[in-house]
């Protein structure tokens, strides 16, 4: 069974820095693009970044783009995003998702709050 | 940019009903369209892809059609577990973009 797990949500003054991971299982991790996905509470989607199957390739929105990192350790299976000088509009839930095109597959997700 | 329009915003229904959900590109993506459903406290689940490819265990009262910029996913008679809100996606271009989703609820 496909599963991803995230980890690493919390809450984060404005301009902190927070690790998201993400634990998958049940397919071969290096086989498949990644990507975040982040959901304001009550609102809509946004695509946040996505990588290459060999970590050599990635696309950022522009909205965190030169704040955010996303990569990868397939050696041991997991999925990163590190957000730099967050901002209150950074609050979302943050799902992993296999695809970098689609997402097939979601994890739970992991909640994000900027605040003071 | 390409923005996703769907309509209605929300739709009331009773089980049973047919069902229709618009979605519109503001430029061509081809058939490349995915649909998705969230129900509350839920990550999305893929229902479509390629505009009218039913995902792994999607029921075939699902179907997709359009092409270019006008989308439709179609639920040909809706059961209790549809009440949702559905999203599509485009994946033609970067950033990848979602409609605003439509609500389907309870008449």
């Known amino acids: 069974e496909v599963q991803v797990v995230e980890s690493g949500g919390g809450l984060v003054q404005p301009g902190g820095s927070l690790r998201l991971s993400c634990v998958p299982s049940g397919f071969t991790f290096s086989n498949f693009w990644m990507s975040w996905v982040r959901q304001i509470p009550g609102k809509g989607l946004e695509w946040v970044a996505n990588i290459k199957e060999d970590g050599r390739e990635t696309n950022y929105v522009d909205s965190v783009k030169g704040r955010f990192t996303i990569s990868r350790d397939n050696g041991n299976n997991s999925l990163y995003l590190q957000m730099d000088s967050l901002r209150v509009e950074d609050t979302a839930v943050y799902y992993c998702?296999?695809?970098?095109?689609?997402?097939?597959?979601w994890g739970q997700g992991t909640l994000v709050t900027v605040s003071s | 940019e390409i923005v996703m329009t769907q309509s209605p915003a929300t739709l009331s229904v009773s089980p049973g009903e047919r069902v229709t959900l618009s979605c519109r590109a503001s430029?061509?993506?081809?058939?490349?369209l995915a649909w998705y459903q969230q129900k509350p406290g839920q990550a999305p689940r893929l229902l479509m892809s390629g505009a009218s490819t039913r995902a792994t265990g999607i029921p075939d009262r699902f179907s997709g059609s359009g092409s270019g910029t006008e989308f439709t996913l179609t639920v040909s008679s809706l059961q209790s577990e549809d009440f949702a809100v559905y999203y599509c996606q485009q994946y033609n271009d970067w950033p990848r973009t979602f409609g605003q989703g439509t609500k389907v609820e309870v008449k």
């Open positions: 998702v296999r695809g970098g095109w689609y997402a097939v597959y």
């Open positions: 430029q061509s993506v081809s058939s490349k």
